[in-house]
């Protein structure tokens, strides 16, 4: 038997992180333990932002269409992105003495399109022209803590708090026209950034109100949660599609992305990895490094690192010294035996089913179990930092979904108080979820700091497949009995290793048990898009599948049958009527196959079809035709939100037929793009995705539910087209070899 090692907490501990495993989480939650919420001081702002009023608003997240009245607080908690725990922290809204408008956000940009949607909230209650606003993102020296980007929490959680600090800020300007006019606050209008009478004689404008020396103490009051936000029949700028403010500078390759950073006397840095998962570095030698000229070479504990004039010399650097390290390595289980690892290893062996009485005097049961494998995030852009030390304080310019987080792994690192710590986040290129630690913002600092000059510490390919956290790999145990009618009368469903988010099902069923059960992580693992969801869904709905098929009905039919979510009926039901689900299901072609699956996660509907053509000879499976429909309550930006579940679709691809990570005695063995295949251009099936509006309910994230129904829809289908079941993740037929 292979011992499970301490190698992952280990190198947590080592950053500062902890790795707790004592809650039914989605994840082993990364956690940055004892950071305070910290707020950059007024001082710090203004001398970067210039003279005039700034608002700094700390209220708990408000509903995103409607006013506070009568609600009770919503408190951040664990996961949910609320910066400090307690309360969201909403932005800071710096009103120039030119009247310029900068609002601040502790949220970062890495595609998603957190730029375009925040500038839209702070236009909409500032009521100006959306190029009116400057957004400030994730400089810690600057911005409020909002939390980290992931969890789907932007568009919930940070932009109701955008609009309330906006809201609150014009207010202010009719309080003071009010107050100069000597008329009802009720009767004054602001529009393109002027307050006006009802005659529109008279208007005061932002500038006017950040020149008021009253207005400042009328801060001191602080913002009463009644600020009225602007209903969804009164939205200008929310509610349509508007780009990202910075996408010219995308596109003409001007933005500078944390792998783009340069500053003065600037060096390169390079860092010695283990040759394998859980190797101890017994001895090294730095002299060869030393010897080279121009090189810093630093070994601290287990870190050792090289920083030079330029990446190549570097690199001739780390291989010299790399030659005369010993290592001593650890037993490691390999991606071959990883199903029968995580379920051998599972805390408190597997529980029996609670329902096995009832099973086994049902009229039908059925048993089945399910494999998802490791795989990668594979951004664009791997993990970046560049570090500087000045007087005692470092700057970094890190690649992170989680700012303040990184800033606090920088302080305990180094020993310093956080305010000598700042972290600086230009929009980046990709995340996914596997961007929340900050070993590369400490690998550039501890090198800078024995440098004693700034270090750019870029990540290669070969390393972010390596050591970057890993969607979680996931053992599903599930096993359901019908009644003599058909109906689902009892349910258990056992996530093992994975995570709980999405455990329980959606539909109507008799007695349920779902759970998620921890097991020995091979890999280091964290979130993903969807993290969990994605493995109990694919499950599940391949699950579903196999039901309708013992209970001889329809899978569309079947899963209606047991749906009283009105949301989740109306995704499935416009997705297969798009589809054309009842005709298309009719056909025969040799071959050919359609499947379907639906689910909710963090407050979004979703539901696939999926056309493929399988060829049991070649060994392949080809996606024609996907057909979604994705609901998230009000639309704040439809061309972002299309953008989205587009992404989320052609990313779903990946794990769903080809990503898995290859690993044997602790080395990854396809940590190239050569050998790791992701979704390219001549694999992408025709996509057909509706958006569902719901101006009645609140706005809900849609960066992780769209992907999590296509891998079990193209596995249904594959099931129809060739009457093969397969119950593992990625779906490959047996014997089948990768395509070049």
Partial sequence: MIPRHDWEAESLRAVGLTADYDEPVDLVDYRFADVPAADPSRREVLKTLGAGLMIAVA????????????????????????GGGATTVAARVHIGEDGGLTVMTGKVECGQGARAEISQAAAEELRVPIDRITLVMADTGLVPDDGGTYGSRSTPSTIPAVRAGCASARALLVGLAAERWGVAPSSIDVQDGCARDEKGDRKLAYADLAADAEAAKALERGVSREVA??????????????????GRDIVAGSHEYPSDVVRPGMLYGKVLRAPSFGATLESIDLAPAEAMGGVVAVRDGQFVGVAAASTSRAEKALDAIAATARWSTAPHPSSAELADYLRTHADGGIPANPFADEVARAAKSLKCSYDVAYVQHVPMEPRAAVAEWEEGRVTAWVGTQVPFGVRGELARAFGLPEDRARVITPDFGGGFGGKHSGEHAIEAARLAKEAGQPVRVVWTRAEEFTWAQFRPAAAIEAEASLDDRGKINTWRFLNINSGASSVRPPYRVGRVDARYVRSAAPLRHGSYRALASTANTFARESFMDELAELAGADPLAFRLD?????????????AATRFDWPNRTKSKEPGKG???????????FVAACAAVSVDRDAGTIRVDHVCQAFECGKIVNPANLLNQVTGAIVMG???????AMEFSDGVIRNASFGEYRVPRFADLPTLDVHLLDRPDLASAGAGECPIIAVAPAIANAVHRACGLRIRRMPIRLPNAKEEA
């Fill in 59 to 82: 209220a708990d997240a408000l509903n995103a269409q409607e006013p506070a009245r009568g609600r009770s607080p919503q408190r951040g908690r664990r996961g949910g992105g609320g």
């Fill in 229 to 246: 936000l602007a209903s969804v029949a009164s939205w200008r700028t929310m509610g349509v599609s508007v780009p990202r403010p910075n």
């Fill in 594 to 604: 359609v499947g379907l699956a639906c689910g909710t996660d963090k407050g979004g």
């Fill in 653 to 659: 691809l990946g794990p769903a037929l080809r990503e």
């Fill in 562 to 574: 047991h749906l009283d979510d009105p949301r989740l009926r109306a995704v499935l039901t416009e």
